[in-house]
């Protein structure tokens, strides 16, 4: 029988900041992840009074979708058909798209960057808000073939 592998977690973290900082890295370089990670919250701490993973919690929360359009083909048609997000795919839209929009910024290091768009989004603002407006835009624009989902 195989042994539980032990998976090594931080103090002061989560799986969710976990996971998170898996998508923010690149090329495999978890220890510069976990360093842009450590400065946006330093960032976050200079800038409000509030507890940064409060904040990033909030930023999360606000920008995840509950509803999405996917393509579905019917008699040679193709529909935009509004469906439920599971919950995994939640998270990884959320994360996807708040690390879209603080790469979309220019001209200052990704900690920073990183730090105003999580402020953004807890504030209801930002580009990956907008994101998650525009496709509950189109949800709504296609509701009438709701009833092609499965």
Known sequence: ???PVKVYVPEGSSPQIEKFINCLMKDGKKSTARRVFKDTLAVIKTR???DPIEVFN???LNVTPMVEVRPKRVAG???QVPVEVTPKRQTALSFRWILGAARDRKGIPM?????LELLDASA???GAFKKKQDVIK???ANKAFAHLAK
Request: proline share 0%; aromatic share 4%.
């Open 1 to 3: 029988m195989a042994r």
């Open 48 to 50: 409000t009074k509030e």
């Open 58 to 60: 909030k930023a999360l």
């Open 77 to 79: 048609s193709v529909y």
């Open 111 to 115: 900690a920073q960057k990183l730090a």
């Open 124 to 126: 209801e603002q930002g």
């Open 138 to 140: 189109m949800a709504q």
